[in-house]
């Protein structure tokens, strides 16, 4: 069994920045790759970035340059820090896992929500 444990969510006014993070506990396995996904309100949920124990990286191609995703093996731990923040990037971030050979994820997080407004 999989746990994700999130923080570093809250307000954040136009411009700023954030970090959040996830803590997995779980086979290597099933924590092959660790990401985020996220729900805007009355919005469907979506892939913000992912990535392997080797690094490799997934993006949400709107956020590629405002977004980086970092991983750290030994803590099993997963990171998104994201800058100049929006509006519209204002949704519940969920940390997310899954083998390597399953496309969608498997395992969520409880979600964190971010909220963007000045």
């Known amino acids: 069994q999989v746990q994700l444990v999130e923080s570093g969510g809250g307000l954040v006014q136009p411009g700023g920045s954030l970090r959040l993070s996830c803590a997995a506990s779980?086979?290597?396995?099933?924590?092959?790759?660790l990401g985020w996904y996220r729900q805007a309100p009355g919005k469907e949920r979506e892939l913000v970035a992912t990535?392997?124990?080797?690094?490799?990286?997934e993006y949400l191609e709107s956020l590629m340059d405002r977004s980086t995703i970092t991983r750290d093996n030994v803590k099993n731990t997963v990171y998104l820090q994201m800058t100049d923040l929006k509006p519209e990037d204002t949704a519940v971030y969920y940390c997310i896992a899954r083998d390597l050979n399953h496309h969608y994820p498997q395992y969520w997080g409880q979600g964190t929500p971010v909220s963007v407004s000045s």
């Open positions: 990535t392997t124990r080797g690094g490799t990286t």
């Open positions: 779980g086979s290597e396995r099933a924590t092959g790759v």
